[in-house]
């Protein structure tokens, strides 16, 4: 299991109260949440940044299998998009692959 560290913050009455009604609706707890809140707020600014860039269109047929697969993945984590899903296994893989290379 990956290391944890507390992270705690003052926010406004009204603002606690629209982000537990979100977190009760998710199903989440108050951690796992947060958690997800802060990974898609990093997403969103990386996809910000490389909307920014010059993008080119990638398209590819999959089995209608794994297309369920995906989309059942997506429907289940609000506020997920199959653009940043798809990019973010992207990236991954090319890390992990570019890591090889240099060992």
Do not use: W
């Amino acid at each position: 299991m990956e290391d944890t560290k507390s992270l705690c913050a003052k926010i406004p009455i009204e603002l606690h109260n629209r982000v537990r009604a979100s977190q009760e609706e998710s199903g989440l707890n108050l951690n796992q949440y947060v958690e997800k809140l802060i990974i898609e707020y990093y997403q969103m600014k990386e996809m910000k940044y490389m909307a920014q860039t010059q993008t080119r269109t990638l398209a590819l047929q999959i089995s209608e299998e794994l297309f369920a697969r995906i989309k059942n993945h997506i429907d289940k984590t609000p506020h997920l998009t199959q653009k940043a899903f798809i990019t973010e296994l992207i990236i991954k893989a090319l890390d992990e692959a570019e890591t090889q290379e240099t060992k």
